[in-house]
């Protein structure tokens, strides 16, 4: 398959630039994996397409204040997006500069500290932290929420609650696993008034997320890698909930890739490291029934993996339909819920 087989034409005005003022509030487009039938619906109603038993798997990952900004020993401005904490005071990272710092080059942060250049790798910076802190707590006093690059706007401080789901708990993000951004406590409360349960991973979702895919053929991608835990008691509750007739819906493509990731021969196993997983149209899922998720940039890996579930052609009629009736899309845009056939 090709990337080009997975394009479509998005206004630029449906690029949701900012959250809703209440998180709940979103739309959300469902789609019923048997018929290939849609219903304009809201992110409210939510309960009342979700069975008692049915599970719910969230991921638990926490975003990082991860973008810094400093300058070059010669003056020149430098923007430090983080990619991923490797110790106490080193980390990969990407870095926004008109000229690309050598080894051992210094770069100096607000609060007069540096980060050392100390090598790179493909794409990616290793710096190393000169700060008395450890890298996270620097960031939580110098950085600024990572907010997509489509979200034409510096991050303000509502994005440090706004980006961050409400049960987010294992810091290690640098972007939102979004489609749990919809969550309030409210909601949670009803569902769990309701008989769903809930489940979590967790998977630190890297920059290498909003990557585009630069090979044709989609066979020559190679994935960014992300680091997972999928631990035994979510395994023994997935199992529990296809044993009892419930559902497995997963929050997100986040938690698919984590649950896929942990999934050998068609069974779920524990499993904590790092994952490439790349799924487009072909892959046979083994872990989950329904997917609730946002909608995603064209091309990209995410819309592959969502087209893999309910169909490519399913997938792009679906996303022309939310054009036409202005869904919001992206990071703080609405939603959609994929149930499975016979839902």
């Known amino acids: 398959m090709k990337k080009s087989d997975f394009d479509f ?9 900012v959250p809703l003022a209440e998180r709940s509030a979103s739309r959300m487009l469902l789609l019923n994996g048997a018929t290939h039938a849609l219903q304009d619906r809201l992110f409210r109603e939510l309960p009342d397409f979700l069975r008692a038993g049915d599970l ?22 430098v923007e430090i997006l983080i990619e991923r904490i490797t110790g106490a005071h080193e980390a990969t990272v990407q870095l926004g500069v008109s000229k690309k710092p050598k080894e051992g080059g210094r770069i100096e942060l607000a609060d007069g500290s540096h980060a050392v250049v100390l090598g790179r790798d493909e794409g990616f910076f290793r710096l190393r932290f000169e700060a008395p802190e450890p890298l996270e707590k620097l960031l939580l006093k110098l950085g600024e929420m990572p907010l997509p690059p489509y979200i034409e706007r510096h991050a303000d401080a509502g994005d440090m609650e706004r980006y961050q789901t409400v049960f987010a708990r294992e810091p290690g993000a640098v972007a939102a696993p979004t489609a749990g951004l919809h969550f309030d406590e409210a909601m949670l409360a009803e569902l769990r008034g309701r008989g769903v349960h809930f489940g979590y991973v967790t998977l630190h979702v890297g920059a290498g997320t909003f990557q585009p895919v630069r090979a044709d053929d989609l066979k020559d991608h190679r994935m960014h890698s992300e680091w997972l835990n999928v631990g035994a008691s979510l395994v023994e509750q997935i199992r529990r909930t296809r044993a009892a007739g419930g559902r497995v819906i997963a929050v997100g493509t986040t938690v698919v890739r984590a649950l896929e990731s942990a999934s050998k021969d068609g069974e779920l196993h524990p499993f904590a490291g790092e994952t490439q997983i790349f799924i487009f149209p072909g892959y046979r899922f083994s872990s989950i029934d ?27 009629d679906a996303y022309r339909h939310a054009v036409e009736q202005r869904y919001r899309f992206f990071s703080y845009g609405d939603v959609m819920l994929i149930l499975p056939a016979g839902a």
């Open 290 to 316: 329904g997917l609730l998720t946002n909608f995603h940039l064209p091309q990209s890996t995410l819309l592959m993996l969502v087209s893999a579930l309910a169909g490519r052609e399913t997938i792009l």
């Open 9 to 17: 034409e998005l206004p630029p005005e449906l690029i949701a630039q």
């Open 56 to 77: 719910l798997v969230f991921n638990d990952t926490r975003v990082l204040p991860a973008r810094l900004h400093g300058h070059k020993e010669s003056g020149g401005v």
